[in-house]
C-alpha cells in the first residue's frame, strides 16, 4: 500500500496506548505523526504540508474531535479542506457518529479492529479520495473546454473572460470604450423556497434568454457564480451602460415569468463598471469592480449619454489642411504648430477630464 500522495498519516488521540497501536499498524505502510490533542493537532495540519490523512479520536481535551473536523472543512486552504479524515471510534453511540459525520468525518475505526481491517479500509478510503480528486479535475477540464453553460446557454466564466480579454487588448490598444455590467437574479432563492430549485434554476434559465435577446450582437454574457451574470459591451462607456442597466431591471422586472399558473416576480441588482472611467489592467479586474458595485446593490445615478456632435465646418476644414501637409512640410512648421495648437490642446484636455471625473461620481 503507498502513501496517501506520498504523505504522512497524522494520528491524534489522547491515549498513548491507541497512537502507538494505531501507529505500529499504519507505519508498515505509511509514515505516521502522532499528537495527543485536537488543538495540537490542529497546528500541525496548517504548519505541516506532508499531512495527507487524518486519524482523529473524538473525545479529548482543549479541542475535540467534533470540532477538530469542523475547523478541516472549514479551512481557506484547499489541502487541509480535502483531507481524508477517519475517526478513531471507541464506544460511541449513533449519534455521536452521525454528528462527526455531519462535521465531516469520512468513515469510522474502532479502536479494537486488527491490522488487516484497519488497512482495508484505509486502502477503499484512498481510492475513493484519489477517485473524487481526479473527477473533479476531469469537470475543471470539462468546464475550461466548454464554451457554454449548460444550464443557461450563456458562456462560461472562462470563455467569456478568454474572449473578453482579447476585446480588453483591443479597446486599450485602439482607445476605445468597453464596459463590464454584473447581473444577480436576488429573487431566486425564494422561488426554490416557494416551488422548488429545479423549477428556480429553469427559471433563471428563461431569464438569461430574456436577457441574452435584449443585447446587442457584439455583447457578451456569461454567468460567473450560480444566480449572477457578466455582461461585457464593447464600445460602451458609463452613460451607456448605465442606462441599460436601469432599462434592463425595468424589463425584467416587468417580465411576467408564471409556474403553475401562478406570476413569479423577478427581482434583479446590477453593477457595472466602464474602461474609461475605472482603473483595471485585465478584463477580469473590470469585472470585478462591477460585481463589488452590485454586492454594493446601490442604485446608480444614469447619466444621458451626450449626443454625438460634428466639429463646425471651419474647425474641421482647418484640420483637414494640417492633415494633407507633406512630411517635408510638416517638419518646416512644427514649431509653428505645435506653438499655436498647444493651448487649444490643453483646454479641450482638462474639458475632458472635467467631463470624466462627473461621470466617475456617477458611476461610482
Given at each position: 500500500?503507498?502513501?496517501?500522495?506520498?504523505?504522512?498519516?497524522?494520528?491524534?488521540?489522547?491515549?498513548?496506548?491507541?497512537?502507538?497501536?494505531?501507529?505500529?499498524?499504519?507505519?508498515?505502510?505509511?509514515?505516521?505523526?502522532?499528537?495527543?490533542?485536537?488543538?495540537?493537532?490542529?497546528?500541525?495540519?496548517?504548519?505541516?504540508?506532508?499531512?495527507?490523512?487524518?486519524?482523529?479520536?473524538?473525545?479529548?481535551?482543549?479541542?475535540?474531535?467534533?470540532?477538530?473536523?469542523?475547523?478541516?472543512?472549514?479551512s481557506g486552504d484547499p489541502r487541509i479542506a480535502k483531507l481524508p479524515v477517519v475517526v478513531i471510534s471507541g464506544n460511541e453511540n449513533q449519534r455521536a457518529k452521525k454528528r462527526a459525520l455531519?462535521?465531516?468525518?469520512?468513515?469510522?475505526?474502532?479502536?479494537?479492529?486488527?491490522?488487516?481491517?484497519?488497512?482495508?479500509?484505509?486502502?477503499?478510503?484512498?481510492?475513493?479520495?484519489?477517485?473524487?480528486?481526479?473527477?473533479?479535475?476531469?469537470?475543471?477540464?470539462?468546464?475550461?473546454?466548454?464554451?457554454?453553460?449548460?444550464?443557461?446557454?450563456?458562456?462560461?466564466?472562462?470563455?467569456?473572460?478568454?474572449?473578453?480579454?482579447?476585446?480588453?487588448?483591443?479597446?486599450?490598444?485602439?482607445?476605445?470604450?468597453?464596459?463590464?455590467?454584473?447581473?444577480?437574479?436576488?429573487?431566486?432563492?425564494?422561488?426554490?423556497?416557494?416551488?422548488?430549485?429545479?423549477?428556480?434554476?429553469?427559471?433563471?434559465?428563461?431569464?438569461?434568454?430574456?436577457?441574452?435577446?435584449?443585447?446587442?450582437?457584439?455583447?457578451?454574457?456569461?454567468?460567473?457564480?450560480?444566480?449572477?451574470?457578466?455582461?461585457?459591451?464593447?464600445?460602451?462607456?458609463?452613460?451607456?451602460?448605465?442606462?441599460?442597466?436601469?432599462?434592463?431591471?425595468?424589463?425584467?422586472?416587468?417580465?411576467?415569468?408564471?409556474?403553475?399558473?401562478?406570476?413569479?416576480?423577478?427581482?434583479?441588482?446590477?453593477?457595472?463598471?466602464?474602461?474609461?472611467?475605472?482603473?483595471?489592467?485585465?478584463?477580469?479586474?473590470?469585472?470585478?469592480?462591477?460585481?463589488?458595485?452590485?454586492?454594493?446593490?446601490?442604485?446608480?445615478?444614469?447619466?444621458?449619454?451626450?449626443?454625438?456632435?460634428?466639429?463646425?465646418?471651419?474647425?474641421?476644414?482647418?484640420?483637414?489642411?494640417?492633415?494633407?501637409?507633406?512630411?517635408?512640410?510638416?517638419?518646416?512648421?512644427?514649431?509653428?504648430?505645435?506653438?499655436?495648437?498647444?493651448?487649444?490642446?490643453?483646454?479641450?484636455?482638462?474639458?475632458?477630464?472635467?467631463?470624466?471625473?462627473?461621470?466617475?461620481?456617477?458611476?461610482?
Amino acid at each position: 500500500m503507498s502513501q496517501p500522495n506520498g504523505k504522512r498519516v497524522l494520528i491524534v488521540d489522547d491515549s498513548r496506548f491507541v497512537r502507538t497501536t494505531f501507529n505500529r499498524i499504519l507505519s508498515a505502510s505509511f509514515a505516521v505523526r502522532e499528537e495527543a490533542d485536537g488543538e495540537a493537532g490542529w497546528q500541525v495540519l496548517q504548519t505541516d504540508p506532508s499531512i495527507g490523512m487524518l486519524f482523529t479520536d473524538l473525545e479529548m481535551p482543549k479541542l475535540d474531535g467534533y470540532d477538530l473536523i469542523a475547523r478541516v472543512r472549514a479551512s481557506g486552504d484547499p489541502r487541509i479542506a480535502k483531507l481524508p479524515v477517519v475517526v478513531i471510534s471507541g464506544n460511541e453511540n449513533q449519534r455521536a457518529k452521525k454528528r462527526a459525520l455531519e462535521a465531516g468525518a469520512n468513515d469510522f475505526i474502532s479502536k479494537t479492529a486488527d491490522a488487516p481491517e484497519i488497512l482495508a479500509r484505509i486502502d477503499n478510503l484512498l481510492r475513493l479520495h484519489t477517485a473524487k480528486d481526479e473527477l473533479q479535475q476531469t469537470r475543471q477540464s470539462l468546464e475550461l473546454s466548454s464554451t457554454n453553460d449548460p444550464l443557461t446557454g450563456t458562456l462560461t466564466q472562462h470563455y467569456l473572460f478568454t474572449e473578453g480579454t482579447k476585446r480588453f487588448s483591443y479597446a486599450r490598444r485602439h482607445q476605445t470604450q468597453l464596459s463590464a455590467m454584473a447581473l444577480r437574479i436576488d429573487s431566486h432563492a425564494e422561488v426554490a423556497r416557494a416551488v422548488s430549485k429545479d423549477v428556480a434554476d429553469q427559471i433563471l434559465a428563461r431569464v438569461a434568454k430574456l436577457v441574452s435577446g435584449m443585447l446587442r450582437v457584439e455583447d457578451s454574457i456569461g454567468r460567473v457564480a450560480h444566480t449572477t451574470f457578466v455582461v461585457l459591451s464593447s464600445g460602451t462607456g458609463a452613460p451607456q451602460v448605465l442606462a441599460f442597466a436601469r432599462r434592463l431591471r425595468e424589463q425584467l422586472e416587468a417580465a411576467k415569468v408564471s409556474y403553475g399558473g401562478k406570476v413569479l416576480k423577478i427581482r434583479v441588482s446590477t453593477g457595472v463598471a466602464s474602461l474609461g472611467m475605472d482603473a483595471a489592467v485585465s478584463i477580469e479586474e473590470l469585472a470585478k469592480v462591477a460585481l463589488q458595485r452590485l454586492e454594493r446593490a446601490v442604485e446608480p445615478a444614469v447619466a444621458p449619454a451626450p449626443a454625438p456632435q460634428r466639429l463646425p465646418a471651419e474647425v474641421d476644414a482647418a484640420l483637414k489642411v494640417l492633415e494633407s501637409l507633406d512630411a517635408a512640410r510638416l517638419d518646416a512648421f512644427a514649431d509653428q504648430i505645435a506653438r499655436r495648437l498647444a493651448p487649444v490642446v490643453q483646454a479641450a484636455l482638462k474639458l475632458r477630464q472635467a467631463g470624466r471625473e462627473k461621470i466617475a461620481k456617477i458611476v461610482g
